[in-house]
């Protein structure tokens, strides 16, 4: 990065954390061999995973043997849709998820619909927070095997009512799974849980790392063909150095967290504040409180996505958006849909470790310039 | 039913919602326009930028045009 590239992505991937660089470079030395054989080099590899998965439990606040890596959040993600929708398939064949959820869970329900399975998606209100009454009744109905909730939205923070979701499944002995991508190693984990899911490089570990937790006694039956590692819950070897690296980074994250969230959250409040009040017509959305300390999204009225991501990409902000134009199936923000907001024009700004208090007064000083002279180039100023 | 339509097919966003600002000025308090647009971003930017701009959206449809949605101008 040069000097004046100001990275705000971090909902995508946070930058690579020291911790996480120093324990890949030391476990690349030490973690090659597999740890399911009988010799030395492997008893060696056996030892750093089975201390990278002590630590990431104990973070976690579950057992070691709860607890699976897998190749990402969103192989994660999947298997503990399909694992969860399989393992009661004698309860029903329903599963039950907010509007807001992220497409690899929508994916695996979608998956399940094709199986014929059903899929009850649950809305949200204007700022993206559950529903709970719809979700009420749709848990109690019968024939439900699994209830999925994301614990913050990973497009506009917002933080979902968990243990109120939670507690309803309790009632009806639905087990609930939350995808906690986005709050693994930022914010403390809600209550009430029985599968979770997250994503090393939200926290500033490697990509390509997951996790899948399954609390005992909880009735999940692996999707995948037949593999004994990992407690049968995920195929495939694992990339033990980049395992070691998100199991030390989200102990070194998640001792920050408090102070970190502490830092970010006047930020985002400064982000959400000054966005509103210097460029005209902007929607910023998503819970102004009950949200994550570190996301905010905002929309611009009659301006193109893409055409602001590029925009500020010249002038070095990198940012992501929810707008159709910038997927690939140019379909907007299934979130941003759900939720009733402007869908183009959209800016999510995600803060990390690295994000300075003049990296954001960079971006605010110049944001309302570049929408202006986007909104000047396309003729739509005075509309 | 609607008292003139715009025609935004083929256009993506956000220019149906741009077609829809720079029209509604132009026509008496109380017109039903109907803005035809196939792009899936108006579902939600049509009736976000009537909440926006205190205009009423009435409805969405779709009829033998494609999608369409109907917008009142009240002030
Ligand atoms: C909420 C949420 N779930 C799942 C994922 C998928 O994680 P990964 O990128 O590791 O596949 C992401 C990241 O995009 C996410 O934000």
């Given at each position: 990065m040069s000097a004046s590239s100001v990275y705000l992505d971090a909902a995508t991937a946070a930058p690579l954390h020291p911790v996480a660089r120093q324990a890949l470079l030391a476990a690349l030395e030490d973690g090659w061999a597999d740890p399911g054989k009988l010799y030395s080099q492997a008893r060696r590899a056996r030892q750093l995973l089975d201390a990278a998965r002590e630590a990431a439990a104990q973070t976690l606040g579950v057992r070691a043997d709860e607890l699976s890596f897998t190749s990402s959040g969103t192989t994660a993600a999947h298997g503990a849709v399909l694992g969860g929708l399989a393992g009661r398939h004698r309860a029903g064949a329903t599963l039950v998820h907010s509007a807001i959820e992220h497409s690899a869970v929508l994916h695996a329900a979608e998956r399940h619909v094709a199986a014929g399975g059903v899929a009850h998606s649950v809305p949200v209100d204007r700022v993206g927070r559950l529903d709970l009454e719809a979700w009420s009744a749709a848990v109690r109905a019968?024939?439900?095997a699994l209830a999925a909730l994301i614990?913050?939205?990973?497009?506009?923070g917002t933080v979902q009512p968990v243990a109120e979701a939670a507690a309803v499944c309790g009632d009806v002995g639905v087990p609930l799974y939350v995808d906690a991508a986005q709050s693994v190693g930022r914010v403390p984990l809600p209550a009430g849980w029985s599968i979770l899911s997250a994503s090393a490089h939200k926290w500033g570990g490697p990509p390509g790392v997951g996790l899948l937790a399954v609390r005992k006694g909880t009735r999940w039956e692996s999707p995948w063909p037949a593999d004994e590692r990992e407690g049968g819950r995920t195929p495939g070897s694992v990339n033990l150095p980049a395992v070691v690296a998100a199991a030390a980074s989200l102990r070194a994250a998640a001792a920050d967290a408090a102070a970190e969230a502490t830092r970010l959250d006047p930020l985002v409040d400064r982000i959400r504040t000054r966005v509103a009040a210097e460029v005209p017509d902007v929607e910023v959305v998503g819970d102004p409180v009950l949200r994550l300390p570190h996301l905010v999204t905002f929309s611009c009225l009659y301006v193109d996505g893409e055409t602001l991501l590029h925009a500020l990409d010249r002038r070095g902000f990198a940012v992501s958006s929810g707008s159709s134009c910038t997927s690939s199936t140019l379909r907007p923000s299934h979130v941003l849909e759900a939720m009733g907001?402007?869908?183009?024009?959209n800016v999510r700004v995600s803060l990390h470790r690295d994000t300075t208090e003049s990296d954001v007064e960079r971006f605010l000083a110049e944001l309302p310039g570049i929408v202006a002279g986007l909104r000047a180039d396309a003729g739509v100023v005075g509309l | 039913m609607p008292d003139e339509v715009l025609d935004c097919r083929?256009?993506?966003?956000p220019l149906p919602v741009i077609a829809a600002a720079r029209r509604m000025p132009q026509v008496p308090v109380g017109t039903v326009v109907r803005v035809l647009a196939d792009d899936p971003a108006a579902a939600v930017d049509l009736p976000a930028w009537c909440r926006m701009r205190g205009q009423e959206f009435l409805a969405a449809i779709t009829g033998p045009d494609g999608p369409a949605y109907d917008i009142r101008r009240t002030h």
């Open positions: 019968p024939g439900v614990t913050a939205s990973h497009e506009v907001v402007l869908s183009h024009g | 083929g256009q993506r966003c």
